[in-house]
């Protein structure tokens, strides 16, 4: 599956520890405090601020690739992981907003083939939208043992949770679902017949002048796209590990 990325994006290397106060609400002590984050390896991004359409602060920081010292700047784009949740909500609902879609239809009206049948003629586009659908996360055992390059559309993604149970019933409670956004994608290209990438790209981004924008696959060599990392929180920096996809 591709990933998302945006040219400027402030993304902290790592979770977010209690050791790392709230920022500050004045400019220069704001200044101070990213500075200092990135001193410490804890920040490794892009910052802007503006106030009226007027820049007051940018810069960037940190590095784009940790192993050639590459470092970020203005115009490094970041990959956005489930930040790009909010643009497959839109997607969805400006097909609601054109009645080719309704928040009260089933999975099962809207994807006949759905690998579990009972559970589709109970979930609805709203429970989808907002977490409440009882499907969980796609990420997993079967997930890390599945080589990234079969991952390249979002059909692909169905084997992995063809076996998955409902972990309550639809509209019952919250919580938060990663299997319930690729159902998303699935239905927004059954509905409109073109790859939710195609959709995002010409619906989304192009009308918005995100023109630096776009998903990518994770083989695919893009210019000015920064390493995604990840680390346990104990270690240093230096041993984060990344790749391309985030």
Same mark, same amino acid.
């Given at each position: 599956?591709?990933?998302?990325?945006?040219?400027? *994006?402030?993304?902290?290397?790592?979770?977010?520890?209690?050791? !790392?106060?709230?920022?500050?609400?004045?400019?220069? $002590?704001?200044?101070?405090?990213?500075?200092?984050?990135?001193?410490?390896?804890?920040?490794?991004?892009?910052?802007? !601020?503006?106030?009226?359409?007027? !820049? =007051?602060?940018?810069?960037?920081? #940190?590095?784009?690739?940790?192993?050639?010292?590459?470092?970020?700047?203005?115009?490094?784009?970041?990959?956005?992981? /489930?930040?790009?949740?909010?643009?497959?909500?839109?997607?969805?609902?400006? *097909?609601?907003?054109? #009645?080719?879609? /309704?928040?009260?239809?089933?999975?099962?009206? =809207?994807?006949?083939?759905?690998?579990?049948?009972?559970?589709?003629?109970?979930?609805?586009?709203?429970? *989808?939208?907002?977490?409440?659908?009882?499907?969980?996360?796609?990420?997993?055992?079967?997930?890390?043992?599945?080589?990234?390059?079969? =991952?390249?559309?979002? /059909?692909?993604?169905?084997?992995? !949770?063809?076996?998955?149970?409902?972990?309550?019933?639809?509209?019952?409670?919250?919580?938060?679902?990663?299997?319930?956004?690729?159902?998303? $994608?699935?239905?927004?290209?059954?509905?409109?017949?073109?790859?939710?990438?195609?959709?995002?790209?010409?619906?989304?981004?192009?009308?918005?002048?995100?023109?630096?924008?776009?998903?990518?696959?994770?083989?695919?060599?893009?210019?000015? =796209?920064?390493?995604?990392?990840?680390?346990?929180?104990?270690?240093?920096?230096? /041993?984060?590990?990344?790749?391309?996809?985030?």
């Amino acid at each position: 599956m591709a990933g998302t990325a945006v040219a400027m *994006l402030m993304l902290p290397l790592g979770r977010a520890e209690a050791s !790392i106060p709230a920022a500050p609400s004045d400019l220069q $002590g704001f200044r101070a405090f990213v500075h200092d984050l990135a001193a410490r390896g804890r920040f490794s991004g892009a910052v802007l !601020i503006a106030k009226n359409g007027r !820049i =007051l602060f940018q810069q960037a920081f #940190g590095y784009a690739d940790r192993s050639f010292q590459a470092p970020n700047d203005l115009e490094t784009r970041f990959n956005l992981g /489930s930040m790009g949740k909010m643009f497959t909500a839109v997607a969805i609902m400006q *097909l609601v907003e054109q #009645g080719r879609l /309704s928040l009260d239809q089933t999975v099962a009206e =809207l994807l006949p083939d759905y690998p579990d049948a009972a559970a589709a003629h109970k979930i609805r586009l709203t429970h *989808l939208l907002s977490h409440t659908s009882g499907l969980g996360n796609i990420f997993g055992p079967r997930y890390d043992a599945t080589p990234k390059d079969h =991952l390249d559309k979002l /059909s692909d993604y169905l084997p992995l !949770i063809a076996e998955q149970q409902l972990m309550f019933e639809p509209g019952e409670r919250w919580s938060y679902s990663n299997t319930g956004f690729l159902v998303l $994608g699935l239905i927004l290209e059954k509905v409109t017949g073109q790859s939710y990438f195609t959709y995002v790209r010409d619906k989304i981004y192009k009308p918005a002048g995100m023109d630096r924008t776009d998903s990518y696959r994770p083989y695919e060599v893009v210019p000015d =796209l920064a390493l995604g990392y990840t680390r346990p929180p104990s270690a240093p920096a230096a /041993s984060a590990s990344g790749s391309p996809s985030g």
